[in-house]
């Protein structure tokens, strides 16, 4: 009686296990309609530039509290991003209008002035005011990390110093600082850079087709491996065992064959059950 506990215990986990991943997972059609939103507290902050929009790099002015639209590569006095309407605001008693936020995710404006930006580069500001670029030097101060890619083919093209360069806007994973790793350790620490290279991973994964059809077909292939397991662990060495007692017991023949039947029924069931459940991970 253990024995069959214990095999019934193994197919019902691996009914729950595979039902988790085949309900719970996002769909292949709507991972791009559930992208990574935006989601900060904004506070409030006079800024000189007045014809400043949404996703723009802003810094602060020397010898005052107020900021401006950042317009040098790597500017060590960056301090956050402009957004025209966030969810949450703390509006400072100064009388200020401009939201910023400094941490969390944002969309910023970003151009090709320092090549193609892909999923994971380091952002920086440029000298285009308020826009950013792919940062290229450790040496400079960065804004954060892209989690969108961004090419010539998706933004609009604008003149800067007689070249075509395309401007557009990226969700961003904020985290001004440094980017020398020996200055990140001293502005963020082990644990805080960690928490940025895991998140922009995850969503990485999360947020693409291709991402979440690998984690999909791994789920299918770990439903099918701890099928194959529970069979010819369980199911299958019954079946084995039961040929065997026939040869040393032949009097209880029957209900021997019985068991041997009753196994071949449940390797079948479970077999079934595992391919509904790979099939119902990949496609659902």
């Keep these: 009686m253990a024995a069959q506990r214990s095999q019934l215990l193994s197919v019902i986990t691996i009914i729950l296990f595979g039902g988790f991943f085949a309900f719970f997972l996002p769909p292949f059609h709507k991972t791009h309609a559930q992208q990574l939103s935006t989601f900060s507290i904004a ?34 006095k960056m301090y956050g991003v402009y957004v025209a309407s966030p969810k949450i605001v703390y509006r400072a008693p100064n009388g200020s209008n401009f939201p910023i936020i400094r941490d969390g995710i944002a969309s910023v404006n970003v151009t090709t002035l320092g ?31 892209a989690l969108q890619n961004f090419s010539d083919k998706d933004g609009a093209k604008i ?49 693409t087709k291709e991402g979440i059809s690998l984690v999909r077909f791994a789920m299918a292939a770990m439903v099918a491996v701890a099928t194959i397991y529970i069979n010819f662990r369980t199911f299958g060495k019954n079946v084995t065992q039961g040929i065997e007692a026939i040869g040393r017991n032949p009097l ?33």
């Design 115 to 145: 090549g193609p930006i892909k999923i994971g580069d380091y952002l920086t500001s440029s000298p285009i005011a308020g826009e950013g670029q792919k940062a290229t030097e450790i040496s400079g101060y960065v804004l954060g990390i």
């Design 159 to 207: 003149d800067y110093n007689k070249q075509k360069v395309t401007s557009g806007k990226i969700l961003a994973i904020l985290g001004i600082g440094p980017a020398s790793p020996v200055q990140i350790k001293s502005a963020g620490g082990f644990f805080g850079t960690l928490k940025v290279l895991l998140t922009n991973f995850i969503y990485s994964i999360t947020s």
């Design 43 to 76: 506070t409030t902050y006079p800024i000189s530039d007045k014809n400043i929009k949404d996703g723009d790099i802003v810094s602060l002015v020397d010898g005052s509290d107020k900021l401006k639209l950042s317009k040098t590569a790597y500017d060590d």
């Design 252 to 284: 209880a023949k029957a209900s021997i064959q019985s068991m041997i039947i009753l196994n071949i029924a449940l390797i079948a069931l479970v077999s079934i059950g595992g391919i509904v459940l790979s099939l119902a991970i990949i496609t659902i």
